[in-house]
């Protein structure tokens, strides 16, 4: 019997809060890019956000908090969070988690560092060529089935 760790998905941080199969499954392992807007030390949750997008992501960083660098939680500090996925409350049917909290239960957390730009282009061409690649694979199937 094997016991493997789950991999982590790459997700902009505003499909966090679409629903499945758009957006992540809740529980699911995640990374995401962030920009920290506040940071609250009594309930060691992060509020991170990626302009132009109005959502706030809650990011709970109590079991991240001892291997974090000194002075990393600083507003504005772009972050890359890796995380389980959790999701309170039913929503909608609009294709939004309205009325829902979305938030990450973060594991490991790190700076982005310079180029952050870049990161995010390189993140959506890498996205658009995962959903590329499952439209292929789809039409393929539809072939061998007709």
């Known amino acids: ?39 609250a030390i009594h309930s060691g949750h992060l509020t991170l956000t990626h302009p132009p997008s109005p959502h706030q ?22 972050v890359w969070v890796l995380g389980y996925l959790r999701v309170d409350g039913a929503g909608g049917q609009d294709g939004a988690r309205k009325g829902v909290k979305v938030r990450v239960d973060a594991i490991r957390v790190w700076e982005a560092g310079a180029g952050v730009q870049d990161i995010v ?6 996205r658009g060529a995962a959903a590329e690649l499952g439209r292929t694979v789809e039409a393929y199937r539809d072939a061998g089935e007709a």
């Open 1 to 39: 019997m094997s016991h493997q760790i789950p991999p982590s998905t790459l997700h902009p941080l505003p499909s966090l809060f679409l629903p499945a199969p758009t957006g992540p499954k809740p529980g699911s392992k995640v990374r995401t890019l962030g920009c920290i807007h506040t940071y």
């Open 57 to 78: 992501l809650v990011v709970d960083v109590k079991v991240a908090l001892p291997e974090l660098e000194m002075g990393l939680l600083r507003d504005g500090v772009w």
């Open 121 to 126: 282009a390189a993140a959506e061409e890498r």
